[in-house]
């Protein structure tokens, strides 16, 4: 089975250079494994899908320079959690790559940390609804990083945030205040993660279903499979784009073809580059 990329491109689709990325964590007995994904958010496409045993930065850096070498379009931006592994490997392998990180993991961590708070210190259920809209407020409208460490600066004022569960989450926002409000910056570049996030419980649910997969090479085909038939099924009936493939959402071309067919037709079943 072709990387996903690669078919893509032999297909005639070249990417808008603007992707979602993350990494999912696997369950397997005795072993910890995880999948590394790249979907384009406006099609929906998955141009990267990979089989790692390890999300450090070295093992991210070769997923990544496989992924690349498949590519003919520039990728220009990333939204991503702020795994920091996976942040210093897309610096690293693309020169430029303008990284934005999710707001909703974010607002996820913050109230988090917020029921913790409550626990530990008993405070009513309106003083935590009150702090977590001043948090989500200074994430959805700041426009800079400067703009969002004066914000920060404001909410800080509030004693509550001298507690060191909600201090933590603070510091985070104001190391990464720049990668937060990247979207202002590079209209690509999206608050949230929703293209890769959604294609991640695809992957899991699939997964759960195998219960193992150790041997890495199949797995790493099996996963590329998994993403090249994701990009050619049609959506259902009631989704926002019912009835077209991410692929006719990125202008390929199907010929009035079912979507198995349609993959055939772009050779998605050749097994080695040179196979054709």
Same mark, same amino acid.
């Given at each position: 089975?072709?990387?996903?990329?690669?078919?893509?491109?032999?297909?005639?689709?070249?990417?808008?250079?603007?992707?979602?990325?993350?990494?999912g964590?696997?369950?397997?007995?005795?072993?910890?494994?995880?999948?590394?994904?790249m979907?384009?958010?406006?099609?929906?496409?998955?141009w990267?899908?990979?089989?790692?045993?390890?999300?450090?930065?070295?093992?991210?850096?070769?997923?990544?320079?496989e992924?690349?070498k498949?590519?003919?379009?520039?990728v220009?931006?990333?939204?991503?959690?702020k795994?920091?592994?996976?942040t210093?490997a897309l610096?690293?392998?693309?020169?430029?790559?303008?990284?934005?990180?999710?707001?909703?993991?974010s607002?996820?961590?913050?109230?988090?940390?917020?029921?913790? /708070?409550? $626990?530990?210190?008993?405070?009513?259920?309106?003083? @935590?609804?009150?702090?977590?809209? #001043?948090?989500? =407020?200074? +994430?959805?409208?700041?426009?800079?990083?400067?703009?969002?460490l004066?914000?920060?600066?404001?909410?800080?004022?509030?004693?509550?945030l001298?507690?060191?569960?909600l201090?933590?989450?603070?510091?985070?926002?104001?190391?990464?205040?720049?990668?937060?409000?990247?979207?202002?910056k590079?209209?690509?570049?999206?608050?949230?993660t929703?293209?890769?996030?959604? /294609?991640? $419980?695809?992957?899991?649910?699939?997964?759960?279903? @195998?219960?193992?997969?150790?041997d #890495?090479?199949? =797995?790493? +085909?099996?996963?590329?499979?998994?993403?090249?038939?994701?990009?050619?099924?049609?959506?259902?009936?009631?989704?926002?784009?019912?009835?077209?493939s991410?692929?006719?959402?990125?202008?390929?071309?199907?010929?009035?073809?079912?979507w198995?067919?349609?993959?055939?037709?772009?050779?998605?079943?050749?097994?080695?580059p040179?196979?054709?």
């Open positions: 089975m072709l990387h996903p990329a690669q078919l893509l491109t032999r297909a005639g689709i070249t990417g808008s250079g603007y992707l979602h990325e993350d990494e964590f696997e369950k397997e007995v005795d072993l910890r494994t995880y999948s590394v994904v979907v384009e958010p406006e099609s929906m496409l998955v990267h899908a990979d089989y790692v045993d390890h999300v450090d930065e070295k093992g991210l850096i070769k997923s990544f320079e992924f690349l498949q590519i003919k379009f520039k220009i931006g990333v939204s991503k959690d795994w920091k592994a996976s210093n610096k690293k392998t693309i020169k430029r790559i303008w990284i934005g990180f999710c707001h909703r993991h607002k996820k961590n913050f109230w988090d940390s917020l029921e913790k /708070y409550q $626990k530990e210190t008993g405070c009513t259920d309106q003083t @935590v609804k009150e702090l977590y809209q #001043e948090f989500k =407020t200074i +994430l959805d409208q700041s426009t800079s990083k400067a703009n969002l004066v914000r920060l600066k404001n909410l800080e004022k509030r004693k509550e001298d507690h060191p569960l201090k933590m989450r603070i510091k985070e926002l104001k190391e990464n205040a720049a990668h937060y409000t990247m979207h202002n590079r209209k690509g570049v999206t608050t949230t929703f293209a890769v996030d959604n /294609y991640l $419980k695809i992957v899991k649910r699939k997964l759960r279903q @195998v219960e193992s997969f150790r #890495e090479e199949m =797995t790493r +085909l099996t996963f590329q499979g998994m993403a090249s038939v994701r990009n050619f099924v049609p959506f259902m009936s009631g989704a926002k784009n019912a009835h077209k991410p692929f006719e959402l990125a202008g390929g071309q199907t010929y009035g073809l079912s198995i067919q349609t993959m055939n037709t772009h050779n998605a079943f050749l097994f080695t040179s196979a054709f």
